[in-house]
């Protein structure tokens, strides 16, 4: 968590806010959030001062601030990370981690309990940041090729649940939308990607971009105040998850209760019956 519906309802909230607004300073309160930026966390405040915001972008579960130098303002949320739009005099959260002020006295607050988001700046390349050059497209990318996915995919000896979560192959799925698509797919995370046919892959693909679709169209999955949106709401795409967080609970299509396992260290969730 997030996913790429949480990061891009992220990204509409922030481009809605900031778009063509103009910084006048930036506060960083913690090293480890532009740990990326060799110069250091001064040099970080005062490269992006005056700059001025020209639109965003997305790939996977990285977002980015285009800047008016030709470089761009990456973010990547982490495990708990959150940006807020502030237009009021509210209390500063206790998670503060970096602040960055507009001449219209808002404010783009970056807030992240755990620590593993990051803040970095960087060249473009094209119509990405360079730094995001090992990071696939995701299906919602022109050119993202799903044949050509599925054919990648067909040559993985390694578990289908551990291909989706490979960001150097399809970027943007997690264990939510992981095993969600698994699900509709009526395939088992166990699987190998060699074991598929050329159909069952493509249909995996197909109900990879369903279900992020449908998430993103809510707003995205919140299970507690780690995930919010720019303006600090929730998404509510948790109602309308199969498997994922529901062990003991019955298939929604079988009435089977899902099951629990590990796959290559991360949970996973399935229905025995309807997912061989």
């Known amino acids: 968590m997030p996913e790429l519906p949480e990061v891009e309802t992220v990204r509409r909230g922030v481009d809605a806010a900031f778009r063509g607004g103009r910084i006048s300073a930036v506060e960083v309160y913690n090293p480890r959030t532009v740990r990326r930026h060799a110069p250091g966390v001064s040099a970080f405040q005062n490269d992006l001062s005056g700059l001025l915001i020209t639109g965003s972008g997305r790939r996977g579960k990285f977002m980015w601030l285009d800047l008016d130098d030709g470089r761009a303002l990456v973010c990547h949320l982490g495990m708990s990370g959150q940006l807020h739009v502030v237009t009021d005099g509210r209390a500063v959260h206790k998670h503060l981690r970096g602040r960055m002020r507009f001449i219209d006295e808002r404010e783009l607050w970056f807030i992240d309990q755990r620590t593993f988001g990051f803040w970095e700046i960087a060249e473009m390349d094209g119509a990405v940041p360079k730094t995001l050059g090992h990071i696939a497209p995701d299906v919602f990318e022109a050119e ?104 003991g609970q019955p298939c929604k299509r079988c009435g089977t209760p899902i099951q629990r396992e590990v796959i290559g260290d991360r949970s996973a969730h399935f229905c025995p019956k309807c997912q061989r």
């Open 144 to 247: 993202f090729d799903a044949a050509a996915a599925a054919a990648r995919l067909l040559r993985r000896r390694i578990e289908v649940k551990k291909a989706l979560l490979d960001q150097a192959w399809i970027s943007g799925v997690g264990n939510i939308y992981a095993d969600e698509a698994l699900w509709r797919s009526r395939l088992r995370g166990r699987r190998t990607g060699e074991s598929l046919s050329r159909r069952k892959a493509l249909e995996l693909i197909g109900h990879v971009k369903d279900v992020l679709t449908e998430s993103l169209a809510v707003g995205g999955t919140s299970f507690d105040e780690l995930y919010v949106d720019a303006r600090g709401e929730a998404g509510y795409f948790a109602r309308e998850l199969a498997v994922y967080g529901r062990a």
